[in-house]
């Protein structure tokens, strides 16, 4: 079985950094594509940023492009989401979650191409 488990969140001010981690257990994690996705309250859950099974490739949503960085360490069975330049419409719930199919260089941004996700870590930026 795997499971995910986030950690990293917190509140900070605008302008500052975090560094989320996601730890998977179970087999098998380096063959798949990683994501992490955000949900503020009220909306819908999206897409922030996503890597290939082994790092070759990731993709992120433009609103975080250039502040965020999403890295993994498969001998950790650990992804990374490292936040730059925090903005208040930063503020969510952020989870990470763990492809469908093994391998490939797609990386998927709709939640039902993931089959694993974490419970979530808070993020809070304060203006």
């Known amino acids: 079985q795997v499971q995910l488990v986030e950690s990293g969140g917190g509140l900070v001010q605008a302008g500052g950094s975090l560094r989320l981690s996601c730890a998977a257990s179970?087999?098998?994690?380096?063959?798949?594509?990683m994501a992490w996705f955000r949900q503020a309250p009220g909306k819908e859950r999206e897409f922030v940023g996503g890597?290939?099974?082994?790092?070759?490739?990731?993709y992120y949503a433009d609103s975080v492009k250039g502040r965020f960085t999403i890295s993994r360490d498969n001998t950790k069975n650990t992804v990374y989401l490292q936040m730059n330049s925090l903005k208040p419409e930063d503020t969510a719930d952020y989870y990470c979650?763990?492809?469908?199919?093994?391998?490939?260089?797609?990386?998927?941004?709709?939640?039902?191409?993931?089959?694993?996700w974490g419970q979530g870590t808070q993020v809070t930026v304060s203006s």
């Open positions: 179970g087999r098998d994690f380096s063959n798949y594509a």
């Open positions: 979650a763990r492809g469908r199919f093994p391998w490939g260089g797609r990386i998927a941004t709709r939640t039902d191409e993931y089959s694993y």
């Open positions: 890597i290939t099974w082994n790092g070759g490739n990731t």
